[in-house]
Structure formats: structure tokens, C-alpha cells
């Protein structure tokens, strides 16, 4: 139960071996937190790559002004992580947040290079992951950056209707760079 998720979408084109799916479950670590818990200090090291099963996770990160900022909302069935700080065992600025009571898994850097070695079909695999995640880390970039507020209201709409209602106006706030009030003005566009 804790892994047919991630299997299942790993399965999406080409089919994993049962070699490969055992491999997985022995590589990736089960683990459940608490709404609000932090479970990704900030200054810390990134080791990790998450996938959530079940529940909300966000990184977030205070800018200059103190303002706090949500870089990514990762839900079910998504991953999570500091790309940065997790290929360069560097520290983090940001803090990774439960925003529910979440379950998920995660791999660590070391299980994933043991994983990439074991596995040719993972390592493509791998490869299709990344590009998704950085896709959509430009596509975010772009939507927040170079949209007015109506265009930042759909964006969200269209691409985490599965978040809004469960997370606070101010995080939605934060997460597509408007105030928490324009959030409340434009809610009736989000339903």
C-alpha cells in the first residue's frame, strides 16, 4: 500500500520488473507527519527526495524583506525537493512544512545513486521525473512572474484545484505572489 503509488506511476509507460519494484520498496523509506510539522528545517541539508502519498507538503523560505514566500505545494501523487541543495549536500534556505497530516516516502541521495546504478528502466525513468518537475518549476516561475492577478487566480485554479479549500488563503497567497486579500477578493473565481 505505502509504495503502489509511486509504482504505479513509475509504471505509467514502460512496466517495472518485480526485481525493480522490489528495489523501490527496499530503497524508499515510509514515513507519516503531523499537520504543521516541519519536516525539512530550514539551514539544513536536503538529502532527500520526497513523494507524497497522502497529504500536503510545501517549502517555503523567508525572502529579504521578511516576506515569507511558498515555492512549491507538492500533494499526492508528487514529489518534492531542493534540487539545489540535495545534488550539492549544500544547506537549504528553505523549510519543508506538512500543511495536513501527510503520509509519504522519500529517498535519500545515497538510495537513489544505489537505485540508478541497480536499475536502467529507473534511471529513465528518473530522467522523465525531472523533467516533469522542472517543467513545471518553470511553468510556476513564469505564471507568477509575468501574469496580472486574474491570470495568477487561474493559474491556480487550473493547475492545484486539489489544494484550494485545504490550504490557508495566506500560503495560496504566498505561493503565487499576491496578498492574502487578494486571494479573498478573487475566491469565488477559485471555486
Do not use: W
Not at 513523494?51 to 499526492?76: D, L, Q, Y
Not at 518534492?80 to 500543511?99: K, Q, V, W
Request: glycine share 4%; with cysteine; aromatic share 10%.
Amino acid at each position: 500500500m505505502r509504495y503502489r503509488q509511486i509504482i504505479s506511476i513509475l509504471n505509467n509507460e514502460k512496466t517495472l520488473t518485480h526485481e525493480e519494484e522490489e528495489n523501490i520498496r527496499k530503497h524508499f523509506q515510509f514515513a507519516k507527519s503531523k499537520k504543521y510539522e516541519i519536516v525539512l528545517p530550514c539551514n539544513s541539508v536536503c538529502d532527500k527526495i520526497f513523494f507524497i502519498n497522502k497529504g500536503i507538503i510545501r517549502a517555503h523560505f523567508s525572502n529579504e524583506k521578511g516576506k515569507n514566500v511558498t515555492r512549491v505545494i507538492a500533494s499526492e501523487n508528487h514529489f518534492l525537493t531542493n534540487m539545489i541543495s540535495f545534488r550539492t549536500l549544500s544547506r537549504s534556505i528553505e523549510a519543508f512544512e506538512c500543511l495536513e497530516d501527510t503520509e509519504y516516502i522519500y529517498i535519500t541521495k545515497g538510495n537513489l545513486n544505489a537505485l540508478l546504478e541497480r536499475s536502467p528502466l529507473f534511471r529513465i525513468k528518473y530522467c522523465e521525473i525531472l523533467e516533469i518537475y522542472n517543467a513545471n518549476q518553470i511553468n510556476h516561475i513564469h505564471s507568477i512572474t509575468n501574469s496580472d492577478v486574474c491570470a495568477k487566480i487561474q493559474y491556480l485554479k487550473s493547475n492545484y484545484s486539489n489544494i484550494i479549500g485545504r490550504v490557508s488563503d495566506q500560503i495560496l497567497a504566498s505561493f503565487i505572489g499576491v496578498s492574502r486579500e487578494t486571494i479573498g477578493r478573487n475566491k469565488n473565481q477559485l471555486q
